[in-house]
């Protein structure tokens, strides 16, 4: 058995028990899962989700709603693949659609607010930097997702995880973790953390996918693998544009 660090693919994602009301696991046998195929819908998700975004900031202020309906709605469908298991390409797609919207305007808030004109494209670029870089690294053996790295990473995750809910809870109860929003060292160093593991997540998701096509996984769960890469790769730009507001304040 082995697992992502992505809660999209998880241990179930390529077992054939996990589709039981599904009539193409047992006729796939020359329509098989391949990393070209991923790539290809990857590529889709991303033009949808970029197209959306671009729309949606460049139509500021007025789309201002279109952050909260792209959030709610980003994170029901996300929900809805993660639990059902689906592989559907139109819900998939949906979910690049509703994530462009809150990007697009998460992004126009940061640029306005902090005066930073292109700091989303500069956010873009490195999360694509970023996602290149660890592809090379991993095709070249440098680095193996292993039992070791797979638990260093998930206390990290958990970690993480626990900060962000004492962090939103904070909001409501008046107080706030200290220095990890701050624009000081500990908050940059926070940041800079949070990226390095998303890193590592992008590592665990280019083993899972390659573990599956080794397995003979059907064609349909390229979309569920392509969900998976852009649940860390959305994660990683958020963190990469607030890394920039940190530094950009510094100066």
């Known amino acids: 058995?082995?697992?992502?660090?992505?809660?999209a693919l998880n241990d179930s994602t390529f077992e054939k028990g996990s589709y039981q009301d599904?009539?193409?696991?047992?006729?796939?046998?020359?329509?098989?899962?391949t990393i070209e195929g991923t790539?290809?819908?990857?590529?889709?998700?991303?033009?949808?989700?970029?197209t959306t975004a671009l729309a949606t900031a460049f139509s500021m202020p007025e789309s201002f709603p279109l952050i909260l309906v792209g959030g709610i709605g980003g994170f029901i469908i996300a929900m809805m693949v993660i639990f059902s298991g689906?592989?559907?390409?139109?819900l998939i797609c949906s979910y690049?659609?509703?994530?462009?919207?809150?990007l697009g305007g998460i992004t126009w808030l940061f640029?306005?607010?902090?005066?930073?004109?292109?700091?989303?494209?500069?956010?873009?670029?490195?999360?694509?930097?970023?996602?290149?870089?660890?592809?090379?690294?991993?095709?070249?053996?440098?680095?193996?997702?292993?039992?070791?790295?797979?638990?260093?990473?998930?206390?990290?995750?958990?970690?993480?995880?626990?900060?962000?809910?004492?962090?939103?809870?904070?909001?409501?109860?008046g107080f706030e973790v200290p220095y990890i929003h701050g624009s000081g060292p500990i908050g940059i160093a926070f940041s800079l953390f949070i990226i390095?593991?998303?890193?590592?997540?992008?590592?665990?998701?280019?083993?899972?996918?390659?573990?599956?096509?080794?397995?003979?996984?059907?064609?349909q769960l390229e979309w569920r693998a392509a969900f998976g890469l852009?649940?860390?790769?959305?994660?990683?730009?958020?963190?990469?544009?607030k890394l920039l507001v940190k530094l950009a304040a510094r100066r």
């Open 1 to 7: 058995m082995y697992r992502s660090g992505n809660p």
């Open 22 to 33: 599904v009539n193409w696991w047992d006729d796939y046998q020359s329509n098989l899962m």
């Open 39 to 50: 790539a290809e819908k990857t590529g889709i998700l991303l033009l949808i989700t970029t």
């Open 86 to 90: 689906s592989m559907n390409p139109i």
């Open 96 to 102: 690049a659609a509703f994530e462009g919207l809150l």
């Open 111 to 173: 640029e306005v607010a902090f005066e930073l004109p292109g700091i989303g494209v500069l956010a873009a670029l490195l999360t694509f930097l970023i996602l290149g870089v660890m592809l090379a690294i991993y095709r070249a053996g440098l680095i193996q997702w292993d039992r070791n790295m797979a638990i260093a990473v998930y206390s990290a995750l958990g970690a993480i995880v626990l900060i962000y809910l004492i962090s939103f809870f904070g909001l409501f109860l």
């Open 196 to 219: 390095g593991i998303g890193a590592l997540c992008l590592v665990a998701d280019f083993d899972f996918i390659e573990k599956g096509v080794e397995r003979g996984a059907p064609k």
């Open 230 to 241: 852009m649940v860390t790769l959305i994660w990683l730009y958020l963190e990469i544009l």
